[in-house]
Every structure is written in C-alpha cells, then in structure tokens.
C-alpha cells in the first residue's frame, strides 16, 4: 500500500511565527503553503517554498478565504465568483515562487474554512475546481474524502485525492467534527497514530458515535500548528514504514500534450 | 516612429470603482493591472484581464506597495527581499488570470511609491528586476525613462522600456514634479498632448524650470484616473495618429527556447 | 408625528470616493459613520465627523464586520466574544473623533451582513447591545424593526430605535428581501417616497408577496450609495414636511447620573 | 528616586500570539497596548485590557502606523493629518476597552517606525500630540528621552514622559542604534540591569561609540518581546529595588475641571 502524507506549512505571518516547519518536512511526502489569505506574507511565501523545493516534496497551494484575523477559519458567504477569483489568485501567486524556486506546483488543496464549505456545498467546489482547471489541469485537487470537492474536481476532470486525518475525530456523517466541539481533535499521538493506521490498512475509521465508517483515503494531513508536530509526524511516519505502507506524494495524471503557459488555446 | 500608449486599469476595489477602463481601453496598446496591493481585488483582476484580452492589447503587471488606503503611493521602507517577494506575489497572482483567459503577460511596472523609489534605489530597482526575471526573463520591464529602473532592467538582462508621461510635469533632473507640488498634473488635455508629441517626435520635455530636457521614450503613460481619461487617451492618439507615429506594443525580446513553466532547470 | 431620518455616511476610503455625504447631510437629521471596517479610514471618519457635526445632526457609529473588499456585506461566523469586541473597538474610534469635534456619539447602528445577522440572531445581538452598553448607557440601538436586535437593547437597558427603509422591499415575514434578488431595492424616488410615507403615518408597509404588513418605525434611512441620493433625500423630506411629520433626531433617554468616562465603578 | 517600568503588550494577532503578558505584568507599573495597527486585534485588545486592569498597571495606547505584516517596523511617508487621524483613531478604540473595563486609559505612546519618526520629525510629533491632547489633555504623552515627541508635547500643553530604554544601545545624538545594526538590542540581562540602573540612579548611559551621554528618563521600557522578558522585568525590578528605586506609575497632571467627554467646549 502507499499514501501520501501533507502538511500545511507556511502559516507564519510578518513578525508571528506558527509551527515548525523545518522539523515537520522531513517526515511529509506533500506541504500545503498558506499563500496570504489566511497566513503567509509573500516573504514567508518564498522561503517556506525555497525549503520545501530543496527538501523533495510535493508542493501545494493552500488557497483560503481572506481573513488573516481569523486564520481562514470564519465561514464566509462568498459568492462563486469571487470563490473562483480568489483560488486563482492565490495559485498563482504560490506558482511564481514555485517556478523561481525551480519547482512546479503540484497540487491545491482548500484551508478551514473554505475547505468545510468546499465539502458541503457543490456550487462552491465546482467555482474552486474550474480556478484549479483554469490554471494548469494537471494539478491534483485535494479535499475531504468523499466529499463534494473531489466530485467537483472529478466533474472539472481533475485528478482529485480524497484526504483524511489522523487526528481530527469524524461524525457519522464521514464530516469532521468542528472544532468547537470537545474531542475534535485527537490530542494523544499513540490514538492519533492509530485512527492514520486503520484508515491507511482497513479504510475504516471509528466514529465519535462509535461506529466505523468505510473511509478511503490517499492523502494524511499531519497538523502542523501541533505543539508536538514534529514528534507526530515523525511517529506516525515510522508506524507506517513499520506496516509497510510507502509514504509517496500523490500521483498527477499523465498530461496531455499541453501549450505552454500563457500560449492562446485554440 | 513608433510609440506604446499605456494605461494604468483595474484600480476598482470592492465596491468601489475608479476609472473608466472600457472607455480608455479602446485607446490604447497596452495596460497595466492592479494586483491587490494598492487597488484590485480578485474578482476586478479577473473582470479586467478579461476585459483586456478580449481587446488584444498587452497585458502587464502593475506591481504595488502593500497599501490600499494609500493607494500604493505612500513610500515605505522595504528591503530587498520584501521588494522582491512582493513583486514576484503580485506578478504570480496576475499572470494566472492571464493565463486562465487565454492571453500571457507581457511586461511590469511598478506602481506609485514603488515606482519612485525604484527609479532613485539601485538595489531596489535590482530586486524588482530578479523577480520578474526569476519569473521569466521574456518579460518586459516598465520604468521611468532614464531612471534606475530600466538600469537595473539591463543588469537582469531583460528587455526594458522607458517610460515618459503626457500629463506630469518633469523637473530638471528627469524625475516627475511630486504630485504634492501645485502643477505636478498638466491638467490641459491639449498642453499634455503637445508634451507627448515632443516627446515621441523629438525626444525632448520643457521642465517646470523651463528648460529642455532630451528625454527617450518607448512608451507613454495615460492616466486612467483622470475624470476626462477617456477623451485625452482618444486625443492622444488622434495626434499621434496626424503626426503618422505608429501606436503599438513594446516588442518582446525573441525568447531563447525555454523549459516549460516549472520545470527545474539544469 | 415625527420621525427620524437617517443616513450611512463617510463610505470613502483612501483614494476611492462613495457617496454624496455633504448633499445628503442637509436633508437627514442623523447619521451613521463607517468606522473602517467595511469603509472608513481614519482620514475620512475625521472629515465626515467634522462634516456631520457643524451640520448639526445625530452622529452614530456605523458597526460592521471587518471586510472592506465585501463591504460588510458578506455574512461570517464570528463568535458572540468577537461581535463584541469589534463593537466595542468601533465605537471607541468614533467617538473619539466625535469628541475631538466638539460633538459627541449619540446611536450606534450595525451595517450590512452584521446588521441582518443580529436581526435574525439573538445571541449576537445581546453581544452587540452589551458593547454599546458598555461603552455608554445613554446610547441609542439602532435596528430592524421589530428584529432581535432593539429586542436585545431592551434586554441591555438601552433606548433602542425600529428602522424601516423607505427604498428596500420587505418580505412578509418583515425582512428585507435580499439585495441578491430582483426588486430587492426600490428605484423608484416616488415609489420609495410613497413607501415612506406609508410607514411614518400609518404604520403599515406593502411587502413583495402584496399583502400588507404593520411596521412601527423610529426611523427611516435614506441610502446614500443611490446616485441620485441627495434628490431621493429632499424628496421624502419635503413629502413629510407636506404631511406635516417632524422630522428630528431620535431622543436619548435621561441619562442616569453617571460617573465620568473612565471612573472606575463601584 | 522613582522610575515608571513600562512593557509593550497585546501584540498578538488572531491565531498568532507573541509575548507573555501575564508573566510580565507582574513586575511592571505601566503597559503600552497595541490597538489593532500593527497588532492587537479587537479581541486581544479586549482581554489584555481586562488584564491590565486587573493587574492595577497604569494603561496606555500603542499607537502604530498601519502595517500589520511590517509590525508597524517599516518607515511609511504619511501626512501630518493622516498621522492626526491614525492616532486619535487608535486612542479612541482602545479608551473603549480601558473604560468597559472599568479603568482609565493613562498614556499614549507611539510605536516602532512611528516612534522613530516622531522622535525625529517635529511636524509628525505636533500631529501625534494634538490628537492625544483633542482626546483627553489630561493624558501622558510618552517618547523617546531628549526628542521632539516630548517638545511637542510639551507645546501640546500635555504631560509628557522621557522614555529610556535598558536593552537597546545609544548613539552619541541620544538616538537608539537601529534595529538593522549589530549590536542594537543588549541581549545579556546583566549589561541591560546595569544600562538601566546608570540610566535611572546616576542619568547617565554608555553609548555604542564609548562615550558618555547624559540621559534623563521618567520611564523605561521592558521589552515584552524578549524570550527571557517576565526574567529580565524580575531582574530589573530587584535590581532597582535594591537600589532603592520606588518603581511607580508617571503621574498624571492634576486634571483642570473639564467638561465631560462629548460636551461641546465654549
């Protein structure tokens, strides 16, 4: 078996710093970098994509409602229009420190907020899914596992990867229960580690109501404003080598034979 | 002769609007966009890029200060490394939409106190001209004529163009009267189309201390933000047109052959 | 009879200008300042409270949610703790500039998405009416009529004013219809007048479905984004002058013997 | 001898928190609280107020340029009107929080870049102080010891307070070593009590150059930003203790009988 393991890495802003991305990179296959939205200043930007360039991984676009004070966490009722506007803008954004830092932009994957509506609402996800398209079809559209976004992606004929987490609990429903609930979050590494294994072997997950869930994963998202992410990471790394499950970026399609970027289409 | 006629767009925000884009767009062979630093949120770089690949004119990148309040004319004290990564954010998020409608960028300019400062600020002028040669070196570098800008331009071996104004005032050293000094804006259309002509046909400019000025132009800026911008843009080009000087965009170096966008180089 | 008019004011920001706030002044008896959330800088709260002041009309602080590219008008999850410590930050700005003019803050009024929010929810209008409380007693809360939030003023002890609008169609449930929908705003100068009207005198209002609803309302605002803003305000002004209804400002309730700003209490 | 001990403080934003308030407060008689410009979002305004208040410390404002992303550290080219307005925004909002937590807003000082601007530019400082004293005359207007902010308030007719610094190095001119330079913050805890106590027992400081400056201070400044800032408060405390040194608020000029906030003067 394989599975990718992601992180969202470049959450620092201006003088605030927030996790550690230096120590988590070494343990991920894939990092989302927040592209000023809802963190991450064009400074910050370039070095988290300088780092990750040179570490190997895969490298994503975390493109997020624009709320710096909430930190993408506050729903928004925008409309597709601006959805679509913003996703672009972002990914464009990341793509130029990509591209300078020689590497290419891999994939996009929607921050808090956006990524919760993003799972729920169809109209939504189809607005990110053309911005993703608009920019480069051979990216690689990430959203919640079995959730409306990676319909929209499949519908925008994308190739989409269905994420779970270690260490948010799920609702019956397969939603992830918000984080103003108790018990959202799996704080325990060992419990953490252990909900990544079954999903990654079995496809299954233990619900907060205490049933199991069939939920197909291909990507992990290892937190990394953890205090103890590094650890985490490095833990739940090691209990995969040990079930013999590769850790490996996600796979992007075989391109077809595209024009290059900017040349008019047709 | 020939000559680029120029035109600063997109500068609405929210809901807010400024200027009368359609109207000078029919006038003129290239524009520069705001990338939402001081004006142009996403939705408005979307609307407007579609606006100006559908006329076919030369699409740039108005790169900013972050500051919409000021309007990116407040100068601030960056360094290198902001300036560049700031440049390169702007010129990213700009060429997505872009890309996303069909057309490719062509050129940068800096905007207001950018702008200024680049023109005096060698090592400033440097870091603007890394990033849009790091983002790629077949753009086109817009700056004051004669300034540190297009200097720098040529140190980072890209292609630049001097840039003069119909309606700003130029002192005796080739930098533009302040717009805090009263005459800063020749606000007579026919005294600023008369500035123009002299300087497309015979390369000079009378100074507000009342000399002559030898003055290089390959592209002249119409101020988009004028209540009469319409008009003047069709009055400048009425005259050039009389004075047969061909209006057209800036020429593109012939680009090496090139790796694909993101594809890691050596 | 009498009744309040109001208006929205000081929607500048920077370089982008809404509004004709000097023509309207003269026809209202209040006013609601944007506070630099949704609109507003500085600059403009100083001019427009100075402005509003030598016209001698009621000043309010114009709350919203921090979104200048939305306007305030795009609803966000904020938690009751948030609502009031933006409330809370606002109204202090304002009053400060009010203050500094020799004036001083008499209402306070949400805007946009807030000002729907705290109609409809009860908790985040008891966060709004406990900010204005805090702030000072003898505030006036301004709201929809007949919605949660003059419901919640009362809760708080404050004199709280019902606003009807003369240019929005309501829903028969009392809401406004929503600015997405067709017929939301009443373009008309007659029609709106006569809706006005009918509100002021007889206390009833015609909703979009056509049955007629009764309306009790403290105050009518007079929007100051309409182009023809200044004109639609001397309309309905000279209507109720013809119908013999007082137009002033709202009255503060007698203020309690109260300690000096910034005494402690108790 | 007396000394007032002052501490930066607030200066978290949304998700990202810098500083250790609590820890700090305990060994500092007065604290300056960021308002929102260069960090400090309402919330956090909020609860480090309520904190301050408790904690019985004296309670000013951090007045700042508005650049969240540069911390309020980048020089910006703004007018006296605009830094009237800024400042007199920023007093009001926090004066809000002051009063709903039953305590009195105590000083004003400005900070980083604007703190260096006004220390230099005696036009800006003018514009500072009239806003503090439009606001409330009886405030303390708090500056960098010998420079123009002090004079202009002093022409202000305002109570102001020379502020000396125990971790930052001195130039002969009285000016602090920039930031840029090696060098500039005294990292040793022992050199920086030692800095402190010369300043406070004997008015007297070693600059960078070797030199000996005569240098009266009412106030010094603890940085809250410091890893070790709650160790070095303790330590300068006790060291100041030792010396016999009465650690206590600035006092405020006895206040002429004003007329209440809002009423309208003459």
Redesign the interface.
């Given at each position: 078996a394989t599975i990718d393991l992601n992180c969202d890495m470049g959450e620092?802003?201006?003088?605030?710093?927030?996790g550690d991305d230096a120590s988590v990179l070494a343990h991920v296959s894939s990092v989302n970098i927040a592209c000023?939205f809802h963190?991450g200043?064009?400074?910050t930007?370039?070095r988290t994509v300088d780092l990750a360039a040179r570490a190997n991984v895969a490298i994503g676009a975390h493109v997020s409602l624009?709320?710096?004070?909430?930190?993408g966490?506050?729903?928004?009722?925008?409309s597709t229009?601006?959805t679509?506007?913003?996703t672009?803008?972002?990914?464009?954004?990341?793509?130029?420190?990509?591209?300078?830092a020689?590497?290419?932009?891999h994939h996009v994957k929607p921050h808090g907020?956006l990524y919760n509506m993003a799972a729920r609402d169809a109209a939504l996800a189809d607005a990110i899914a053309r911005?993703v398209r608009?920019?480069d079809p051979a990216l690689i559209l990430v959203g919640l596992a079995g959730s409306e976004l990676p319909r929209a992606g499949e519908r925008a004929r994308l190739a989409v990867a269905h994420e779970a987490f270690a260490d948010r609990r799920y609702e019956s429903d397969g939603s992830l229960t918000p984080r103003r609930e108790a018990g959202a979050v799996i704080e325990h590494i060992d419990a953490a580690v252990a909900q990544a294994l079954a999903i990654v072997r079995d496809g299954i997950v233990t619900t907060r109501q205490g049933g199991t869930l069939a939920l197909h994963a291909d990507t992990i998202c290892v937190h990394g404003d953890r205090t103890d992410a590094a650890l985490f990471a490095r833990r739940l790394r090691e209990a995969l080598d040990a079930a013999k499950v590769l850790i490996t970026p996600l796979a992007m399609k075989p391109s077809p034979p595209s024009p290059?970027?900017?040349?008019?289409?047709g």
């Open positions: 620092s802003f201006g003088a605030w710093t927030m000023g963190a200043d064009p400074d930007m370039r624009p709320d710096l004070q909430g930190f966490r506050r729903e928004m009722r925008v229009d601006e679509y506007a913003m672009l803008y972002q990914i464009g954004a990341l793509a130029g420190f990509a591209h300078a020689g590497a290419r932009l907020a911005a608009d920019f290059a970027m900017g040349e008019r289409v």
